[in-house]
């Protein structure tokens, strides 16, 4: 039902758009996150987006990374500058539970920050 896109290789100090198509589901309810996991690590947060489009960043973040949506196309992207080695994850979207409204996960898509 989340089908993210964009990852790839990229320089430090490089840009990448993921983005995030919903089908089967209709994004605008939903409060809809980013998250990621490195090698070893747990998930984590990255970015969310309210209803209303207000955004709540990680800590680790640093202003490097915009959230947005858009519920006409149905997606949502995240928008990532400054990339550091240590960005480096699978990168996953989700659509959170909301009322009675199940969620859901993306597949995932890789970012490598290497140089």
């Given at each position: ?28 309810p ?14 984590e ?12 960043y ?8 915009t ?49």
């Amino acid at each position: 039902q989340l089908v993210e896109s964009g990852g790839g290789l990229v320089q430090p100090g490089g840009s990448l758009t993921l983005s995030c198509a919903a089908s089967g589901l209709i994004i605008g309810p939903y409060p809809m996150e980013w998250h990621r996991q490195a090698p070893g690590k747990q998930r984590e947060l990255v970015a969310r987006i309210g209803r209303y489009r207000n955004t709540v960043y990680a800590t680790f973040v640093e202003g490097r990374f915009t959230i947005t949506r858009d519920n006409g196309k149905n997606t949502v992207d995240l928008r990532m500058t400054s990339l550091r080695p240590e960005d480096t994850a699978v990168y996953y979207c989700h659509a959170e539970p909301v009322n009675s409204l199940p969620g859901a996960w993306g597949q995932g898509t890789q970012v490598t920050v290497s140089s």
